[in-house]
C-alpha cells in the first residue's frame, strides 16, 4: 500500500486547513492511521491517530483544535486543523501502522503565518 497526502500550504494563523491522505488500496480499512508531524529542527512527533474501528486519540496540543477521521469507502484519512498557531508549522505526515512496520506518506508542508 502507499501512501499520498495532500493539502498542505501557507495558512494564517487561526487558519483551518484540512489533510487529507489516500491510500493506494482498501486494506488501508483494516489498521490504525495517524497524523505526525516535523517542524524544522525537531524531531518527528505523533500528532493525531485513528484506528480501524474508529478510536481516536490526540497530542495534547491539538487536542480540540484538531479532528482525525477516516473514510473507508474513499481509503482517505483527513486531519481537520483548526486555531493554527505558529508552532504548528510543521511538515505533515501520514502513517499506516500494520503489526509488522509502518507505511508513511511523503508529507505535506504546514506553514502557519503570525
Known amino acids: 500500500v502507499q501512501l499520498q497526502a495532500s493539502g498542505g500550504g501557507l495558512v494564517e494563523v487561526g487558519g483551518s486547513p484540512r489533510l487529507s491522505c489516500k491510500a493506494s488500496?482498501?486494506?488501508?480499512?483494516?489498521?490504525?492511521m495517524g497524523w505526525y508531524r516535523q517542524g524544522s529542527g525537531k524531531e518527528r512527533e505523533f500528532v493525531a491517530m485513528?484506528?480501524?474501528?474508529?478510536?481516536?486519540s490526540y497530542k495534547d496540543s491539538v487536542q480540540g483544535r484538531f479532528t482525525i477521521s477516516r473514510d473507508n469507502l474513499k481509503n482517505t484519512v483527513d486531519l481537520q486543523m483548526s486555531s493554527l498557531e505558529p508552532e504548528d508549522t510543521a511538515v505533515y505526515y501520514c502513517?499506516?501502522?500494520?503489526?509488522?512496520?509502518?507505511?508513511w506518506g511523503q508529507g505535506t508542508l504546514v506553514t502557519v503565518s503570525s
Open positions: 485513528i484506528t480501524a474501528d474508529f478510536r481516536t
Open positions: 502513517k499506516l501502522q500494520k503489526p509488522a512496520y509502518d507505511v
Open positions: 488500496d482498501r486494506s488501508f480499512r483494516a489498521y490504525t
